[in-house]
């Protein structure tokens, strides 16, 4: 029996056909590995979006008291609004009718000599002198630009206020209120340069016994 002849062109095609079906099932292979990667990927990423974090009491307190925080501080206080608005002669020649501003400021740096070093809160001091805020606040910054005062700015249960601090004291400032100049009657025409009969600091027994006091007081402290 005479034997099959193999033809080469054949026989190459079948191969190359081979070739070519196992390159295709490589590619296969791949694209389903690939397949499988994207479908975990967006598998974690539906997760994440369905189920957000569960934020702890205490994380969710600190971002609230964050927010408060940047809120707070975009707002600007009433104080820096008056700065804005008013004069430097306005603020320093600011008065309250009817009422002895020499004597309002020797009581507002009494209350601050008491906490010298702690200072205030402004609100505090207002109440105690019953002050309202308008007056209360433009009195703080008249006092501030005669240098009696300093203040402080401060967050206060969410809110920006003040807390004031005695700048200086001089020693006249302990006792003022029961100055006399303060309430006596010939004030105006008193004077240093004056001679008898006219008033004046030199011959003056009020004053004198005044002063008297204030070294008595002094030195007992001491
Ligand atoms: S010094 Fe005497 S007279 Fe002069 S204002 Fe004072 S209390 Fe009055």
Known sequence: ??????DPIKEDLKKELEKLKKA???LEKKDKVKTKKIEKKDK????KIEKPK???KAELKAIQEEEAKRKAEEERTYEEELQEQLSEDEIKNFIIAKLDMNRLIAKVCELLLDKEENGILQTDVWKKLKL??????????KMEKMGYITRQKILKNGRWTYTLFIEKAPISFESITDAPCLTCTVEQKCSLEN????PSPRNCELIEKWVLLQYSRKSKKK
């Open 132 to 141: 309202s805020t308008k007056d209360g606040s433009r009195l703080s910054l």
């Open 54 to 56: 569960k934020l702890t």
């Open 195 to 198: 001679e008898l009969p006219e």
């Open 24 to 26: 295709k099932q490589k």
């Open 44 to 47: 974690v990423k539906t997760k």
């Open 1 to 6: 029996m005479a034997k099959k002849k193999i």
